[in-house]
């Protein structure tokens, strides 16, 4: 029988979602379909203790998954639709992929070598996607693959992602994480590794599952498991065609500095039939065609409310705002400020035309501004966003939605904390005292 709220006990959360049947549960959450009560659009919900979050000491662990599944937003990635809580309750709202996992395909043995390649162009698309951005999955195996009712693959599950900031003074990852079937050599050996390259070795033993239909490092007993997987000895069985095979192989390789990089996956013959590459959500947020003039309405009378912050705070000792930063990506893009939300919008805009960037729209307590120039990966798309956390505090979040990422960096770093400085009350990491 399902897990389900009774018929006369219709489960609205905030006013917002209604939420429906059970779908599944993992360790330390259920999952809940949903529906979005203004579009009807489909959700899924999954749904936390607070309590149990404490006691088992994930508030990191969710912070982490909160703030990489915001910086990742790609067709082959599943979506983050808000985080919203309660005095109890932590509710994901997610975006609802109805086609199960691909693991259970898998399980039903192996796939034709063209449905493989489609899968597999989506996974390293949305790898790809992940590494610009400076994450890293650490779990990628079939059952944290997703299909939607396209038969579209979407990565799901970044409990275990690590961004930047959590890398050791040696600029490695130490955390020995993962599915052992899936995880690479050097994360097994725990002397410090590189989050991209341990993703590209799960993207190889995945590869090889979808097209031999097993494991390519398989022991009863997990001591020879893992010696196999030392010496990457392993054998493709003869169906699996010379190129497959080819690729298999570069990816399978022991030595991360040898392990064939993603640019490199992109040139292999195998992997270019038919490959297309997907559009980012985060570049079709802006408009297709050719900007021409700055759209300079407001629509609200106030800011939207910062729901993550809501739980994150109710959890933390005192009004540290400091809780709420420590844990995203260290490129000075977001910071608190004590002037009211009108004040920074017109300091953004101010900011925009400073530096010589087109103004593409500001409304919402939204403002989005656009370079002049061509960068590496186009012209740099900007998104600065004004919350309200509490009264007479404002959270502003930079985000790029389009351009090269090293370049926003940048950008961040150098034009925009100093010319904000004025505004600013505290940016991300760095203690409120320090500012006054």
């Given at each position: 029988?399902?897990?389900?709220?009774?018929?006369?006990?219709?489960?609205?959360?905030f006013g917002k979602y209604e939420m429906g049947r059970f779908l599944g549960k993992g360790t330390f959450a259920k999952v809940y379909h949903g529906r979005d009560l203004k579009t009807s659009e489909s959700v899924a919900i999954k749904v936390l203790s607070k309590d149990q979050v404490k006691k088992e000491g994930l508030m990191e662990?969710?912070?982490?998954?909160?703030?990489?599944?915001?910086?990742?937003?790609?067709?082959?990635?599943?979506?983050?639709?808000?985080?919203?809580?309660?005095?109890?309750?932590?509710?994901?709202?997610?975006e609802y992929v109805k086609g199960g996992e691909l693991f259970a395909k898998v399980a039903k043995g192996k796939l034709k070598e063209d449905a493989a390649r489609?899968?597999?162009?989506?996974?390293?698309?949305?790898?790809?996607f992940c590494h610009s951005r400076g994450v890293s999955h650490r779990d990628l195996k079939p059952e944290n693959l997703l299909l939607d009712e396209e038969g579209n693959l979407k990565v799901s599950d970044f409990g275990l992602s690590a961004l930047p900031e959590h890398l050791s003074h040696d600029g490695l990852l130490h955390t020995q994480c993962g599915t052992p079937a899936y995880v690479?050599?050097?994360?097994?050996?725990?002397?410090?590794?590189?989050?991209?390259?341990?993703?590209?070795?799960s993207c190889g033993v995945i590869l090889y599952v979808l097209l031999a239909g097993f494991l390519p490092f398989?022991?009863?007993?997990?001591?020879?498991?893992?010696?196999?997987?030392?010496?990457?000895?392993?054998?493709?069985?003869?169906?699996?065609?010379?190129?497959?095979?080819?690729?298999?192989?570069?990816?399978?390789?022991?030595?991360?500095?040898k392990r064939i990089t993603i640019p490199a996956i992109m040139r292999a013959p195998w992997f270019c039939k038919g490959f297309a590459r997907p559009v980012a959500f985060s570049v079709k947020e802006s408009s297709q065609e050719p900007i021409e003039e700055a759209e300079l309405v407001r629509s609200k009378?106030?800011?939207?409310?910062?729901?993550?912050?809501?739980?994150?705070?109710?959890?933390?000792?005192?009004?540290?705002?400091?809780?709420?930063?420590?844990?995203?990506?260290?490129?000075?893009?977001?910071?608190?400020?004590?002037?009211?939300?009108?004040?920074?919008?017109?300091?953004?805009?101010?900011?925009?035309?400073?530096?010589n960037f087109r103004l593409v729209c500001s409304k919402d307590y939204k403002v989005r501004m656009q370079g002049a120039s061509e960068g590496?990966?186009?012209?740099?798309?900007?998104?600065?966003?004004?919350?309200?956390?509490?009264?007479?505090?404002?959270?502003?979040?930079?985000?790029?939605?389009?351009?090269?990422?090293?370049?926003?960096?940048?950008?961040?770093?150098?034009?925009?904390?100093?010319?904000?400085?004025?505004?600013?009350?505290?940016?991300?990491?760095?203690?409120c005292a320090l500012q006054g």
């Open positions: 029988m399902e897990d389900q709220p009774p018929p006369q006990n219709r489960n609205i959360i662990q969710i912070q982490r998954e909160i703030s990489v599944m915001r910086l990742v937003r790609h067709p082959n990635v599943v979506e983050i639709k808000e985080v919203m809580a309660t005095k109890q309750k932590i509710f994901f709202i997610m489609k899968y597999f162009q989506q996974l390293v698309s949305a790898v790809d690479a050599p050097e994360v097994l050996r725990r002397k410090g590794y590189d989050g991209a390259r341990a993703d590209l070795w398989q022991d009863e007993n997990v001591m020879k498991m893992y010696t196999k997987i030392f010496k990457a000895e392993f054998s493709i069985p003869p169906w699996v065609s010379q190129e497959a095979k080819r690729l298999i192989s570069r990816l399978l390789v022991a030595d991360p500095e009378s106030s800011p939207p409310f910062y729901n993550a912050f809501e739980f994150i705070s109710s959890m933390s000792s005192g009004f540290d705002l400091s809780n709420l930063f420590e844990n995203r990506s260290k490129s000075g893009s977001l910071f608190t400020s004590r002037c009211s939300a009108a004040a920074i919008v017109a300091k953004l805009e101010s900011l925009a035309k400073k530096l590496r990966k186009g012209r740099l798309l900007v998104t600065a966003e004004v919350f309200e956390v509490a009264a007479e505090v404002a959270v502003v979040e930079f985000s790029k939605s389009a351009g090269d990422t090293l370049e926003y960096r940048k950008f961040c770093e150098e034009e925009v904390r100093p010319a904000l400085k004025d505004i600013v009350w505290t940016w991300q990491g760095e203690s």
